[in-house]
């Protein structure tokens, strides 16, 4: 199994290029089959998650062709199958955003139900519920779920929680549904916005995104639409907290800094000068340690939780203690323990982590858990004095389009190694 092999030491420094956000691009994929008519979809991220969404999308029958750019054209109109398999959901929970547009658009959607993953229970029971509220009948049989309906109907939904994937499969379902549609406490996230604009740019009608309180009125059809997909602020994040941690200064283009406030915020906190623009973002750390911060994660526009893994490895070398406080999902301190491992200092009480600043990291073997927890471990690698190989890199392949070269670009010693073991007896051998 391929893992990350990190020499660290080195301050980043340089240029890099941001990549379009996973979050926004998979939806948006999916969205396209609510339309009669092919989308083509730009600035798409190279990422497994990607791949695993075109093959759900193919599976389906819809057509797919890709050009070098990864601009991906999506022809809806050979669907012919409603159901999204446990082997491609177990690999890929947003995969439960093909039930409201399958409904939607054809009638019936039959999608694996998702079980418990690394982070937490991670139920979907909002989904389903907002989905019987817009008419439809919803059961569970043998793991899949089930949802029917000849039509939806608009109805008010309040969401008891804020949830961006329920948030995103309800809007999608209301566009084609009869009357109007309320979502009230729906997720603010840039990523539900960017959704939105794809959907309207199809003939979709929706008012608030961005807000707590989306209407949509739902339209006999919608047709194809050209559009280009928002950058990733969780990767411009993972990338200046990179540049924080081993006191560098970095370029980040191609980026959305507008939709990064909240850790915008922390980082000036730890004592980074950031500097911006429209579509890019610098960061210097002039060689110093960064400061300790204090950090609660919450839907947006307040801390997220996809970015508390690294402020979690941040602290570990930072001067001064932290307490990282995780609100939106129960068990994601998984890294913790790797992070022990290379010598940090953290206790878990409840859903906090205390971490201690110390001195040095030593580099070790580790494992990533997630997606996020393994951008953490590579970020603390990059500070860990000697070689840290992190395994089971699959997770973020989910996630980061080409992160060893990127970080390479901006002059870590990263590479990828065929496995944890071969790296070790290349070692002896030498
Ligand atoms: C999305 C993001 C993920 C991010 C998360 C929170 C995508 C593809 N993934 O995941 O990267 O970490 O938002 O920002 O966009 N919940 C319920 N019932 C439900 C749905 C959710 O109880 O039906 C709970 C979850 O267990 C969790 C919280 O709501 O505690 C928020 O989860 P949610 O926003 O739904 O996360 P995802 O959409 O799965």
Redesign the pocket.
């Known amino acids: 199994m391929a893992a990350i092999e990190i020499t660290g030491g080195t301050a980043l420094e340089g240029e890099t290029w941001i990549s379009g956000a996973?979050?926004?691009v998979?939806?948006i994929l999916v969205a396209s089959i609510l339309g009669d008519e092919p989308s083509r979809i730009g600035n798409v991220p190279h990422l497994r998650?990607v791949t695993t969404t075109m093959e759900l999308l193919g599976q389906l029958g819809a057509s797919l062709a890709v050009d070098e750019q990864m601009n991906i054209e999506i022809d809806p109109r050979g669907i012919h199958s409603c159901e999204a398999p446990y082997e491609l959901v177990k690999t890929m929970?947003?995969s439960?955003?093909v039930l409201g547009p399958l409904v939607a658009r054809h009638g019936r959607a039959v999608v694996s139900l998702p079980g418990g993953c690394a982070?937490?229970?991670?139920?979907?029971?909002?989904?389903?519920?907002g989905l019987e509220q817009l008419g439809a009948k919803v059961s569970v049989q043998n793991g899949n779920i089930v949802a029917e309906a000849p039509r939806l109907t608009g109805a008010r939904i309040v969401m008891?929680?804020?949830?961006?994937?329920?948030?995103?499969n309800l809007m999608m379902a209301a566009t084609l549904a009869k009357g109007t549609t309320i979502i009230e406490n729906a997720?603010q996230?840039p990523?539900v916005i960017d959704l939105a604009n794809y959907l309207k740019a199809m003939g979709a009608q929706i008012e608030g995104a961005g807000t707590h309180v989306l209407t949509i009125t739902g339209v006999e059809r919608l047709g194809g639409a050209e559009h280009r997909v928002l950058p990733d602020r969780?990767e411009t994040g993972t990338f200046l907290v990179a540049a924080a941690m081993t006191g560098g200064c970095i370029k980040l283009t191609n980026a959305a800094p507008h939709d990064l406030d909240a850790v915008l915020d922390k980082l000036s906190e730890t004592g980074a000068e950031l500097a911006s623009g429209a579509d890019w973002i610098s960061l210097d750390m002039k060689g110093q340690r960064p400061r300790a911060v204090d950090i609660t994660?919450s839907?947006?526009p307040a801390f997220?939780?996809?970015m508390q893994a690294q402020f979690t490895a941040m602290n570990t070398i930072a001067e001064g203690t932290g307490i990282i406080t995780e609100t939106?999902?129960?068990n994601?301190f998984m890294h913790v323990q790797e992070l022990q491992r290379l010598g940090a200092d953290i206790s878990l009480k409840g859903n906090s982590a205390v971490i201690r600043g110390v001195d040095v990291l030593h580099g070790a073997p580790i494992m990533a858990t997630d997606?996020?927890a393994s951008a953490g471990l590579v970020l603390a690698g990059l500070v860990a004095r000697g070689k840290t190989l992190v395994d089971r890199v699959y997770h973020i392949d989910r996630?980061y389009e080409l992160i060893e070269e990127k970080l390479g670009q901006l002059g870590a010693r990263i590479r990828r190694v065929e496995s944890v073991e071969a790296a070790l007896a290349e070692r002896t051998d030498s």
């Open positions: 996973k979050n926004a998979l939806p998650d929970r947003a439960i955003l982070i937490g229970s991670r139920p979907v029971n909002l989904h389903l519920r008891d929680m804020v949830t961006v994937t329920g948030t995103e997720a996230e990523e969780i994660t839907p947006y997220p939780t996809d939106v999902f129960e994601r997606l996020r996630g």
